[in-house]
């Protein structure tokens, strides 16, 4: 940690990652001062912890005497605070350069993929802490049952979100790789479904000499992505739920009160495991998370045991209350894909029950993009609303509005709502004992669910 005797800014503190530094850095006794937008859980987690937190950006948030300045990637090369540092000369590094200097001299395993990378890492971590591994770990979203999502833990394995957001994951050199899917996504960074299929490919390239590139065979993205490396110094397994692999879930049974299935290695079974947690596509993620872990030595049986323990990560199919009769849920979903599995796994969950799902757009390129498939994800659901778009980075694109997107969808009936008032007041009304209300997407759309709850009351 030497490197990190501070004080060090962070441009963007109160992103999943930015925090996850600002958290580590705090818990090494690093000053710590950083900037965002607005307040968030976050925001207010990293100042409990003893950072310095300001709110905009203006070149008088970073302090004197700063001695390195962290960026996320999402800051444009214009923020006043980035161009305050370069003014000073202080260093800058982008938030994956930080990981990766924070996570020398461990064994990492890094996470990939479109979809499911928070919850089959937190899975991880959570398997290797109960089998008293002490890993160190840095997730997209905080796990309840570890009661936060970083941490250095004592141990020589580190457990990574691997973000292919601007080619973030290029800066990471695993020894264990772990690839759920390849579904092309972030086009208004990588251009061509093309380019997005490559960068994995770079990130597999990336696993140390003798490591282990993990695939989900299930999807045709990750199984060609291990084609591919077929010509890699590394050894290559695949797993999942159908078909010929090497790690299998078979005999998978899905109920309203989570999943069961057999676990194969090789063709021999290690034994049954029961979940939590509906839906195939989490059997897919546990099946991931097992591998690795036995990868890792830890006993089958410790495995069984924290899998079933596990309760999730949050904003992945969590209960936010009930009110009235109507249960209300939240889910990150932000991709057609995910959508559809949340749906599916409601449905599997909640037979004979009317859902209703509350869905913020996630950036106006999003929507574009994949506009064809956002038409045609919804089916399973029986009303929809869909909230004005969480623009993050961008502006508007004519026509791709979420106005616009409501208007198109044929089924289920939508309707569109300009702000948080507007969605609760509309499901609400849509509401009715007996009903399961989903917030879905990866803004701050999760606001939303407590506000119904209080209006449903």
């Known amino acids: 940690m030497t490197a990190f005797n501070g004080p060090v800014h962070l441009v963007g503190i109160g992103g999943m990652h930015m925090s996850a530094i600002a958290l580590l850095l705090r818990a090494r006794g690093v000053l710590v001062s950083g900037s965002d937008i607005r307040p968030s859980g976050l925001t207010q987690k990293v100042a409990a912890a003893g950072a310095s937190v300001s709110f905009g950006h203006d070149a008088a948030n970073v302090p004197a005497g700063t001695a390195l300045l962290v960026t996320t990637a999402a800051a444009q090369d214009d923020n006043p605070e980035l161009a305050e540092a370069r003014r000073r000369g202080i260093p800058i590094l982008l938030r994956a350069e930080m990981v990766a200097r924070l996570m020398e001299g461990k064994r990492v395993v890094a996470v990939a993929g479109s979809h499911g990378k928070t919850t089959t890492s937190s899975l991880i971590a959570h398997i290797l802490v109960r089998a008293g591994r002490q890993p160190m770990y840095l997730l997209g979203g905080e796990s309840p049952d570890l009661g936060g999502h970083a941490a250095w833990g004592e141990g020589d394995i580190c457990i990574v979100e691997a973000d292919e957001y601007k080619r973030a994951f290029h800066e990471y050199t695993p020894e264990v790789a772990l690839i759920t899917n390849v579904e092309p996504d972030h086009l208004d960074y990588y251009g061509t479904p093309e380019a997005y299929h490559e960068a994995f490919i770079e990130f597999g390239r990336r696993i140390r000499p003798g490591g282990l590139l993990l695939a989900c065979a299930d ?11 077929g010509d890699a110094p590394i050894r290559h397994e695949t797993y999942g739920a159908e078909g010929v692999r090497f790690w299998l879930a078979r005999d998978i049974v899905l109920s309203a009160t989570g999943c069961e299935f057999t676990l194969l290695r090789g063709g021999t079974e290690l034994g049954s495991i029961h979940a939590t947690v509906p839906g195939v596509h989490f059997v897919r993620n546990a099946v991931a998370a ?7 030595d830890v006993p089958f049986e410790t495995v069984r045991d924290a899998i079933s323990s596990f309760r999730g990560a949050r904003r992945r199919f969590e209960t936010v209350g ?28 909640f037979p004979g029950r009317r859902l209703i799902g509350i869905y913020q757009p996630h950036t106006y390129s999003r929507i574009a993009y994949l506009w064809d498939d956002w038409l045609t994800c919804w089916e399973g659901l029986d009303a929809l609303v869909v909230l004005e778009t969480y623009a993050a980075r961008e502006t508007p694109l004519p026509g791709r509005s979420a106005a616009d997107l409501a208007a198109a969808i044929a089924a289920p009936p939508a309707s569109y709502a300009s702000d948080f008032d507007e969605a609760v007041r509309q499901a609400a009304a849509l509401a009715r004992p007996g009903d399961v209300v989903f917030t879905i997407g990866a803004g701050d759309v999760v606001e939303a669910g407590p506000r119904l709850l209080e209006a449903l009351r």
């Open 219 to 229: 999807d045709p993205g990750a199984r060609h992505v291990s084609d591919l490396l």
């Open 290 to 296: 097992a591998a690795v872990a036995l990868h890792f």
């Open 322 to 349: 009930e009110a009235g009769g109507v249960l209300v849920m939240d889910d990150y979903a932000h991709h057609p894909t995910e959508v559809r599995a949340t749906i599916a796994a409601a449905r599997s969950a």
